[in-house]
């Protein structure tokens, strides 16, 4: 078996691809992080709908946010198996639920034996009822404010809970002195609020699907002023130009899933690198 070990694969950094129903690449069959103490990774999964963003640490420790879209469920287990994920100790939902699926979650629970989930609480009436009971995991209802240990040196805040349309989780992920910005909601009231808080000079940025009449704007932009900008939706898809302006106005350096393939950073107490694991079609 060809094991790939990311410390070497800046080989695939530019590495174009098939532009298709993103799977994993027949190129690689297994990636081992090898992830020390004082390390962890975050994964932004190129599926071919939706976002799915996995965070590992050096134990094996695992946590996923989000689902990705409709029938990704086949991609994203084999993007977790590639990334030799075997338990999720949290599952973390940030969006509105309007099209989660409740199959789906069950699965995950079964096959990754999670142990809670965190999420709106619109979320959380939804599955309190309708999870599975094999493992039975907590249903944890996040608010602003609200911060919890993720995994060893990893911090997680809510910035801002919203309840309405668009609206979700906003979550801010401290990793010693790295920021990463995990931005669901497209509202003014959610900019209003996110605007008065500490998240200024954002290391990535998570950026929420968007419109031309429902986006971030240019001074949210700048206020986060992200060095790196990763984005879920297709760039010939993403129907605000403003917003990739506005990124590259800033000096954010700009990824697309769709584009570039799955997206992994790695991060040390002190620095992080990046690399891109391209998306094609099984043969």
């Known amino acids: 078996m060809r094991t790939w070990l990311l410390l070497i694969s800046f080989l695939f950094i ?12 027949n190129s690689v069959e297994n990636i081992d992080l090898n992830l020390k103490d004082h390390e962890m990774a975050i994964t932004f999964i190129g599926l071919s709908a939706g976002e799915a963003t996995l965070i590992q640490g050096p134990n094996k420790e695992a946590v996923l946010i989000n689902i990705g879209g409709e029938d990704t469920e086949i991609e994203l287990e084999e993007w977790l198996t590639l990334y030799d994920v075997k338990k999720l100790q949290t599952l973390i939902l940030t969006e509105d639920g309007s099209n989660l699926s409740i199959h789906q979650i069950n699965q995950l ?37 609200e911060r919890k240990n993720l995994l060893p040196d990893l911090t997680a805040e809510v910035q801002f809970a ?61 206020f986060l002023n992200p060095q790196i900008a990763v984005l879920f939706t297709p ?11 506005h990124l590259h106005d800033s000096w954010a350096e700009v990824y697309f ?13 002190t ?3 990046i690399f891109k694991i391209p998306t094609g079609e099984k043969e």
């Open 257 to 269: 899933t769709k584009r570039h393939g799955t997206v992994t950073l790695k991060f040390t107490e």
């Open 162 to 222: 919203g309840n309405e349309q668009n609206e979700g989780l906003d979550v801010l992920l401290s990793f010693f002195k790295h920021r990463i910005f995990i931005m669901s909601s497209l509202s003014s009231r959610a900019e209003d609020v996110l605007l008065k808080k500490n998240l200024e000079d954002i290391h990535v940025f998570k950026v929420p699907n968007s419109t031309k009449n429902n986006s971030v704007s240019r001074k949210l932009i700048h």
């Open 109 to 145: 629970i079964d096959t990754y034996d999670i142990e809670e989930i965190m999420t709106t609480p619109k979320i959380a009436k939804k599955l309190t009822n309708q999870i599975s009971l094999s493992s039975n995991p907590r249903v944890i209802v996040w608010g602003e404010g």
């Open 235 to 245: 760039e010939e898809e993403h129907l605000d130009s403003d917003i990739l302006h």
């Open 14 to 25: 530019g590495t174009a691809f098939v532009q298709a129903a993103p799977s994993v690449s």
């Open 271 to 273: 620095k992080y690198e």
